[in-house]
């Protein structure tokens, strides 16, 4: 059973550019939630989805972008890069279920960006 | 709002006990996880505890709840080489629609011979 599963695992871009990272959820799972983590600290949230919507955002700009597919896979967009938005992309799934309870986000290996 | 603090470091001796310690603010009722970073990888999830739990035991590890106090902690019994990671606390809460946990900074511990 295939937990989550990110790509690419490192990526190097310049400022001012534009990066699309991917995930697939664990199988069963059909929400997916970003976060970035900056070095030394804890993840930060960044949106999540659910039935190819955003459903909930966390404060960061509109750069910030995202997309979840029919199957559940979700992709995030980030335009006109800074050297801030370096860190590990983190993308996490759960299983929605009664209430939307928070069932525990299994979280995959992350993508390593890094901005030039 | 939320704010999770946990100590940056802990240093034990192999085969010693570790506890990890946290403490969260939000006073409703919540969820509270313990996480697992090893380097170059995502974060693992260990145990989690609901808010109206006092004490979760799994293998070696142990989760205590004061919730008075707001405090959690994490006990790893008999720690190994292979515990040596970032530990995150995480709280997130179980009514208002928001279900997003918020993270601590994490813990490093480090388990020497």
């Known amino acids: 059973d295939a937990g989550v599963t990110q790509s690419p695992t490192h990526l190097i871009k310049t400022r001012g550019q534009q990066v699309t990272l991917r995930c697939s959820p664990k199988?069963?799972?059909?929400?997916v939630s970003w976060y970035q983590q900056a070095l030394g600290q804890g993840p930060q949230f960044i949106f999540q989805y659910y039935e190819e919507e955003e459903r909930q955002r966390g404060n960061f700009p509109d750069r910030f972008s995202g997309h979840q597919f029919p199957n559940y896979s979700s992709e995030l967009n980030v335009n006109a890069l800074l050297l801030g938005d370096s860190a590990l992309y983190l993308c996490a799934s759960s299983q929605s279920g009664w209430g939307r309870s928070n069932q525990p986000q299994h979280f995959g290996d992350g993508t390593r960006l890094s901005i030039l | 709002g939320e704010d999770v603090e946990q100590s940056l470091f802990l240093s034990v001796r192999e085969g010693d006990s570790s506890v990890i310690n946290c403490t969260y603010t939000?006073?409703?009722?919540?969820?509270l996880y313990w996480y697992k970073q090893e380097p170059g990888a995502g974060l693992q999830l260990l145990t989690y505890?609901?808010?109206?739990?006092d004490m979760k035991q799994d293998q070696r590890l142990t989760v205590l709840l004061n919730k008075k106090d707001k405090h959690l902690s994490l006990r790893i019994a008999d720690t190994q080489t292979g515990d040596s990671a970032i530990y995150f606390c995480a709280e997130a809460p179980a009514s208002g629609g928001s279900y997003i946990p918020t993270f601590g900074r994490g813990t490093s511990l480090i388990v020497h011979p």
């Open positions: 199988s069963g799972h059909d929400t």
């Open positions: 939000d006073s409703s009722s919540t969820y």
């Open positions: 505890i609901f808010s109206n739990m």
